[in-house]
């Protein structure tokens, strides 16, 4: 595992694992993982099929108990009622209801989350490219639209960390601009982001800090 | 940022699983005519005689209801477990067994407040007097809920097993023994012109007790579902 320094060094340490490990059923998903992630940062985990990266994305959003090693929020142990409402995630299930509109699932979101400072229901959807979709139920939008009505949250609601499991799957090629814009901002807002891809990343702000899985 | 008040997010959760609720109305519909047809079903098997019908009528409307609240029950969680929607519920910042408190209210809402409507109608078919009809009505309002509330602690814990409807019924039937007792209690002694006050008492105070206790049941259990 290797964690290259990068550009935000003199940043706040919002994340760090320390020999983090994961077993399923006394194999190893993962072992001994080590890194540090900072406010402005973004850190692209890297891996094969199967090594790893959900399970990961899926520990570090409270989801999944830590089997090994620790997890630290801001220097302190990591306990969900401290980070809870900071972090954003974003897995392979949705989370969108089929029956509703995109503004409707939305507003669900917004009612338990609350809006980020300075942004509406409307500029969201615009901003994904959705903003003739209102009346239509999600279950008629096609996969990268569905895809988009999930980006809508990060527009939308506020975190600090963002846990994005294979955010460009589905997108066309400005469904991927879009993701990388709103990475982008959300750094520029001293957040940080955690991303995991199979497809090449073409990240215009800092180099990413690379996060290689392994057994 | 701005985090919304607990009202907010309730009603939020509420309206969004009330509208889902409509946009697929036909399944409301669907424990209702249940409940009609097995209750017409037994004055064709026992004889159209009044005085027996009387005497069953309170207890066959009662087992009816449950069986009938039975089939709409495992998809109380299931459809949000299927769409991440739960985990994103789990993953928001208010507290989870409230949010599921009010998830197994808009479920009571939506399937055993239909059934509690047309129960005058279900007993009258079986000749139950209608002096009768206002303690039947109370006995399932409260015991309609501790149904949901019972059940959607079995789903909870079943919720990630493939075909759990059939090991639902089985575990649920069982701890429903006691709200039938008293249900059906308070029916008879109502309709043998006793005070029936006591048992609908019971009802009420364990309604009460699974009021608190089923919702944090239910977070455990989920958080344990979407540890796997």
């Known amino acids: 595992m290797t964690a290259a320094p990068t550009a935000a060094t003199d940043n706040v340490i919002l994340l760090e694992t320390r020999e983090l490990g994961f077993y399923r059923q006394d194999e190893p998903v993962f072992a001994s993982l080590n890194f540090r992630l900072r406010s402005g940062e973004l850190g692209l985990i890297e891996g094969d099929n199967g090594s790893g990266k959900t399970t990961l994305m899926r520990i570090l959003a409270g989801l999944l108990h830590v089997d090994e090693g620790e ?24 989370g969108l209801k089929a029956d509703l509109s995109p503004s409707e699932n939305l507003q669900v ?14 500029a969201a959807l615009a901003e994904v490219g959705l903003s003739g979709y209102d009346d239509e139920p999600v279950r008629r939008l096609s996969a990268g639209q569905k895809k988009r009505a999930a980006l809508a949250r990060l527009v939308l609601l506020p975190a600090t960390l963002w846990l994005l499991d294979e955010p460009y799957a589905n997108l066309d090629r400005t469904g991927i601009a879009l993701v990388n814009r709103l990475l982008e901002e959300h750094l520029a807002r001293d957040g940080a982001a955690l991303v995991t891809s199979h497809g090449a990343v073409s990240f215009h702000g800092g180099e990413p800090q690379r996060i290689r899985m392994h057994a | 940022m701005s985090r919304p008040g607990l009202a907010n997010a309730c009603a939020a959760m509420l309206r969004r699983d009330l509208t889902l609720a409509w946009r697929r109305r036909g399944d409301i ?22 005085t027996l019908l009387q005497r069953i009528a309170g207890g066959v409307v009662l087992v009816t209801i449950l069986l009938a609240m039975l089939l709409a029950l495992d998809a109380m969680f299931s459809s949000d477990i299927e769409d991440g929607s739960l985990e994103q519920l789990v993953l928001a910042p208010q507290p989870l067994a409230l949010m599921l408190a009010v998830k197994i209210l808009a479920h009571w809402l939506t399937t055993a407040l239909p059934l509690i409507v047309i129960s005058p109608l279900l007993a009258g078919m079986l ?9 039947l009505v109370l006995a399932l309002l409260l015991s309609t809920p501790m149904l949901s509330l019972l059940g959607a602690i079995l789903v909870a814990l079943t919720a990630g097993t493939r075909r759990s409807g059939m090991l639902l019924a089985l575990m649920l039937l069982p701890l429903c023994v006691p709200v039938v007792i008293f249900a059906a209690g308070a029916v008879a002694a109502s309709q043998q012109g006793l005070p029936w006050l006591a048992p609908i008492a019971w009802l009420g105070a364990a309604l009460v007790l699974l009021l608190v206790l089923a919702p944090l049941a239910c977070a455990a259990a989920l958080r344990i579902a979407l540890d796997a």
């Open chain 2, 127 to 135: 000749h139950l007097p209608t002096a009768v009809m206002p303690v």
């Open chain 1, 71 to 94: 997890l630290y929020w801001h220097g302190q142990p990591l306990q969900r009622e401290h980070c809870v409402g900071e972090v954003l995630f974003l897995g392979h299930q949705l």
């Open chain 2, 29 to 50: 519909a669907m424990p209702v005519l249940y409940a009609l047809i097995v209750t017409m079903l037994f004055p064709f098997a026992l004889g159209p005689e009044d």
């Open chain 1, 109 to 122: 979101a917004v009612g338990l989350h609350g809006y980020r400072a300075q942004t509406t229901l409307s």
